[in-house]
Each structure stands twice: as structure tokens, then as C-alpha cells.
């Protein structure tokens, strides 16, 4: 698992000659002496808390393989779920029970946690582990899971009764209802409320290694229902490195029953007290004493309305292979286009619950459009209209003016986001770091141009890597008047940005779903350690289109391994510049690096390359999710956004 530099042994932050690195978490700020704890609880502590701190202050009981290894005993043993059943490890955290049923030999097992950073490690341990359980991020209230598909959904580890609402707590497991099969199965591991409330540690302290300790403060709620708990985590040589707050319900046995019984489940059984094991054997707080319920799902009748079809008639508007396109080499679609369109058609096939026709013939797309009868239109048109990469817009436009629902970015994000400096100058005001930039129009003949040195020279407006080229990074004055007028050959009339050329790692973030309700994919790293040493390590024009290239043969993509710091950046900024920009559905952020790894803004793609060898689709595969399930997710985040029509 990753850990942050203030998280790991003082003497990893300790120089050469013995004094200290500087440390920002070392004047983390502490609230010292608190009379009631209750009112410093934020509304929402379990947004954050769920970090690397949290591994090492409850490591002991949650990073502990005999109660991962006992609790999955449990659950087969009172369930008698076999290896062929789909189970949902519902706020799976780090996944392990996930990863346990897996490695039994469970095909069907996949994990949903509000946590990002305990989502990622999941998915690198079933990496490691060559496991095949997926995992998402998801809120355990409104989650994404196809209604009556699961035949088991475990809540484990102590993971239910955080909100601060019942009525939230209630939603849980409606949602759980509503996934469930047919009498599906319900395992729930809670606090056992009434012990709890007898037997809470009012105050405590613990080393958690050499170098770590952390307090504890615990009281009962105003209303005797929640128990709320503080923890100031220290290190011996630094200082406080966390002050935080969080809180869980108090259920009893009864009352949780109850609570079951009122949503419909059946069969209701409490199978005893869970004690968990310890490596510490110290405090172990709200993980003491839980209780372990098992419950079936109420009996779900087939419906059938004869004024809703369970079908949804999606049409998928594409390109048009019949007309020239400038953008592909010798401006047509090739072959490999070709394979790519089949490859898709065959993959959504596999999507259960629809029915797919396409639309491509762009010389009659009005008549098209106006006569198809469809539920919903599936936009993969990133061509433009007639195949003019800056009529792109006007498949939305058109689509916005007969008031068909459709996937994707409307016109005016699309427009916005062809303009590469419209996008810097609003990243910038969303304090999104981007590249050092001068924008350059050729007509304009007084125009000073830069000297910074080397600098990467591309259209302003454009996608596809259109004009960059191996020799679009320049590092002289005559270079760059050269490449200069070579733009203005192939692509004249259209401004340049001159760019400094960062040339550290480059990053590209995919984001699934509208804001509130995003599922964040694995972050995409660009390898170009194959790149012959005499070419600029960019992704160039010939990178996408050019077979015979070696950047098309020797640059690879993988899944990044970075800071936890850097990932929170990376998607902080993402999600920033998608709700301004008005992305929908699903997009694409790629940044880079300097020289001192600090990773700045290239450009944001509405509606990105939708290619099963796409980097979209590279970053749904690090995520152990098929081309089919990537599509999948983008078209229930339309139906999400559009009511679910």
C-alpha cells in the first residue's frame, strides 16, 4: 500500500547530517482539549478519514488475515453461497473479504467503497494477487448495480451506521433490496450497540509502531443513539499529524431486526458476537464486539408493464466512413478504423437490456434522427458532422433541437474545450497549475514570440494531435520559426500555442458518471522508456495514425504508480474542470509533469476517444473492467442524468 511521507518511520524523514526535513503535516493543526466532542463532528467525516492513517491506526484488526480468513468462514458457513454466485462486498474498504472469496475461487465478486484511496489499493492487490474481483467507487446509499443481479451483498467490518441521519442508514439497504436477487442473501457485521454503550473506552492511548501513537476520546451522542470518537494521531519526532472526528449508530439486536423486517427482508437470524484478533491486542475500539445478521431478501415476482418496455432502443451516432476524413492518414477511414467499429458493435452487444442500431450515413442524418425511434442516443460521432473535426458541436446542437436525449457533452462544452487557451485561462482561474503559454495568431505579423527554450508548438484548436509532430518540440529560434511556417502550410489560418515542453511523467484521469456520483478510473501513466533517445518523448500525430511510426510501435501505457498526494491532485483538479466545463458523463484530463514533478494541465477531452484500445479503455482495464462494462457505465450515467429514461 502507498503511505505518505508524514505517515511512515521518523527516521524516513530524518537528513544526512541528522536534522529533519521539513514536513508539512509536521503543524497539523490540533484542537487540544475538547468538552464535548459531538460538536466538532463533521456532517461527513467519512469522506476523508479513510486514508493511509487509517490502515495504521486500525491495521491491526482490519489488515489482520485470521479475522479476514474467520469472517469469510462465517459468511459461507451461514449463507451457503457457492463458487458460482454473484456476491457484492458492499463498503469493501481495501477489499479483503473481496480478495479472500476470490482467492476461494469466486468468479463473480466485486467491492464498492466511498473511499478512493482504499479502492486503488484494492485493485492493485487483485492485481498483484492476479485475482479477477473488481472494484468501484460508489456511495453505499446510491450505488451502481444492475436491480436484482447480486445473489449475496455483505456489509463487513463494522461499515454500517456511519451516517448521521437512520434515514440514510435505511437507504443503504434499500439500495441493498433493490440489487438483490430473488430471496438473495444479507450479511451484516455491526457494532453490538448495547455492549458498546456499556463497555466504550472513554479515553485511550496506543503506540501503533516505533514511532507512531494515537489517543483516543470517545463519548455517547446527545441522544444516546451514536457513539462519537476522536483520534489525534501522533509521530514521536514530528508532531500531530491528524486531529480527527467520527461517529457510528448504535444498533441493538432487536433494532436491527426490526429494521430489516420493515423493508421486507425474510428469514432473520443473528449468529452470535464476532470477537476480532488483534496484533496490538490493545484498543480495539468499535471492532470489539460486533454482532453477525443474516438475512434473505424479500420474494421479487416478475413484472412485466405493458407501457415500458425492458429493452431500452439505443442508436449510436458514428462517423461516416463513406466520406473523406482529413484527420486519418490519407484522409479516409482505413482499416484499422474498420476493426475498431466492428469491435464495438460486438461489444455492445454484450450489454444485456439493449437494442442497438447505428447511424452513419451523415448525407441523410436529419431524416435520421427525426424518423428513428429510440429511447436514447448513444453520441461516439467525435469525427464532427460530415467528418469536420470543428462540427463536432453540431451533433449535440442538432440533437438539443429536436429534444433528443443523448450521451455525452453538450455543444457548448464541446466548443469550449476545442479551444485549448479557453480551457487554459479557466483552468488557471480554478487554480489548476498549466504550462507556461504564448498564443500566437500567424496572420499577426507584429507578434513577438517567446524564448523560452525547449517548447512544444500545437494548434490551439484541434484534437487527434493534429500538427505535432516528432519535430513540433523545438530548442532554437530558428526551429521554431520553422515549424512555424510549416503549420502555416497544413493548417492555415489557425493560431498556435508555443508551450514550454514539460518533459516529466505524463498522466491522464478518466472520470465516469456527473458530479456527486463519479466513478473515478485508475489514473493512465504514458511509458515512452521504449521511444528511440533522438525523438521528444510526446504523443504525437504519428503516435495515433501512423503504424509504420516507432512511436506507434514503441510507446506503451500503464497504470501509474504515484503519490497519494499526486492522485488526490490529479482528480481534485479533474473533477474541478469537469463540473466548470460542463463535461457530462464521462471525460478525459491529461496532464504532465515538470522538472520538479509538478503535474500541469495539457488539455480536457469531452467525450474522449471511445476505441477498445483507447486510453479510456486502458484505464477501465486497470480497473479489471471489460470494453462492454466501460460502455456499460456510460450509458446508466446518461440514463442517471437523464431520470433513467
Known sequence: MEIPASALPAKSLVGKNGSHKKNKLSSQRTLGPVSDLERHLPNEWWKDIF????????????????????????????????????????????????????????????????????????????????????????????????????????????????????????????????????????????????????NFEPRSWEWIDQSHFVNRERSLASDGKRIISREVITNSEIGVLADQF????????????RLLQGLGFQNIQSHGNLISESTRGQDLGMMANRLFITA?????????????????????????????????????FNPEDMETINILKRDLEKIPNYKFQYVDDHKSLLQQLMSQKADLFLNLCDEGYNNVPTMELH????????????????????????????????????????????????????????????????????????????????????????????????????????????EGSEYSVGLVGNPDKFEVLPILEVDYSGLPPELPKILSYESKWDPNSPYWTALKYKEAEISEETHRKLVHFSMRL???????DYARFDFRCNSEGVPKLLEVNPNPGWCWDGKLNLMAGFAGLEYSGLLDKILQAARDRLGNR
Open 51 to 198: 486514508n493511509a492513517l487509517y490502515l495504521k491506526t486500525d491495521g491491526d484488526v482490519v489488515e489482520n488475515d485470521l479475522n479476514t480468513i474467520r469472517d469469510v468462514d462465517m459468511i459461507l458457513k451461514t449463507t451457503g453461497i457457492d463458487k458460482g454466485c454473484s456476491v457484492l462486498d458492499l463498503c469493501c474498504g481495501q477489499g479483503r473479504h473481496t480478495l479472500e472469496l476470490s482467492s476461494r475461487g469466486f468468479t463473480n465478486v466485486s467491492g464498492v467503497d466511498r473511499s478512493r484511496y482504499l479502492i486503488r489499493l484494492a485493485r492493485k492487490r487483485a492485481k498483484a494477487r492476479g485475482l479477477k474481483a473488481t472494484f468501484s467507487e460508489g456511495d453505499a446509499r446510491n450505488f451502481r448495480a444492475t436491480q436484482s443481479s447480486k445473489d449475496c451483498v455483505v456489509i463487513m467490518g463494522n461499515s454500517f451506521g456511519y451516517f448521521e441521519r437512520e434515514e440514510d442508514d435505511l437507504q443503504v439497504l434499500e439500495s441493498v433490496k433493490r440489487v438483490l436477487k430473488s430471496e438473495g442473501h444479507l450479511v451484516l457485521d455491526i457494532v453490538d450497540g448495547v455492549w458498546m454503550a456499556r
Open 246 to 257: 467520527y461517529a457510528e449508530r448504535l444498533y441493538t439486536q432487536e433494532e436491527i431486526i
Open 296 to 332: 434473505r431478501g424479500p420474494v421479487k415476482h416478475p413484472v412485466v408493464s405493458p407501457d415500458k418496455k425492458e429493452t431500452l432502443r439505443v442508436s449510436v451516432l458514428m462517423g461516416d466512413h463513406r466520406l473523406p476524413d482529413a484527420v486519418k492518414m490519407n484522409g479516409q
Open 395 to 502: 451533433i449535440p446542437a442538432i440533437l438539443e433541437m429536436l429534444n433528443i436525449p443523448y450521451t455525452g457533452a453538450g455543444p457548448g462544452c464541446l466548443w469550449l474545450c476545442y479551444n485549448k487557451s479557453n480551457v487554459r485561462a479557466l483552468a488557471a482561474s480554478l487554480d489548476v497549475d498549466v504550462p507556461t503559454e504564448t498564443y500566437y495568431d500567424p496572420a499577426d505579423q507584429a507578434a513577438n514570440l517567446p524564448s523560452y527554450f525547449p517548447a512544444l508548438i500545437k494548434p490551439n484548436c484541434g484534437d487527434s494531435s493534429i500538427g505535432i509532430t516528432q519535430n513540433a518540440v523545438v530548442r532554437t529560434a530558428e526551429q521554431l520559426i520553422d515549424y512555424i511556417d510549416h503549420l502555416r502550410e497544413i493548417l492555415p489560418g489557425t493560431p498556435l500555442l508555443i508551450q514550454e515542453y514539460l
Open 578 to 584: 469537469f463540473d466548470r466545463l460542463e463535461c457530462r
